[in-house]
């Protein structure tokens, strides 16, 4: 299981006490160090079921910075990958894998299917 997060983030710190309490193993990932790629990011959408609006971080300064709110309705599924590519901080998380199922964000309730 990979956990993908923003140390600095209160809901990954959180999310992290969680997995932490339930003894969940997983290995940690930095998303500003390591943003996902396309292709990681292709496959995460293609499994999770959700809308590829959701994986954008619309809290984030560079959301907003960006205007993203007003721009990703005239934008292609590539053009928003590769965006959301360019800079992890644009990404929604933290982001649990574990196999095919991909978690955004942290919701205790939905994360208990991963225990």
Not at 15 to 36: S, T
Not at 40 to 63: A, H, I, Q, V
Request: charge should be positive; aromatic fraction near 10%.
């Amino acid at each position: 299981m990979i956990f993908i997060e923003y140390p600095k983030c209160s809901t990954c710190q959180k999310a992290k006490k969680w997995l932490d309490n339930n003894n969940i193993k997983y290995e940690k990932r930095d998303i500003k160090e390591q943003n996902p790629t396309e292709e990681e990011l292709c496959k995460w959408y293609k499994l999770s079921g959700y809308p590829l609006k959701k994986f954008f971080n619309t809290s984030g300064l560079k959301y907003k910075e960006l205007d993203l709110k007003n721009k990703l309705e005239d934008m292609t599924d590539d053009e928003k990958i590769k965006l959301l590519s360019s800079d992890g901080m644009l990404v929604k998380r933290p982001i649990i894998i574990n196999g095919d199922k991909i978690l955004l964000g942290f919701k205790e309730i939905e994360w208990e299917i991963i225990k």
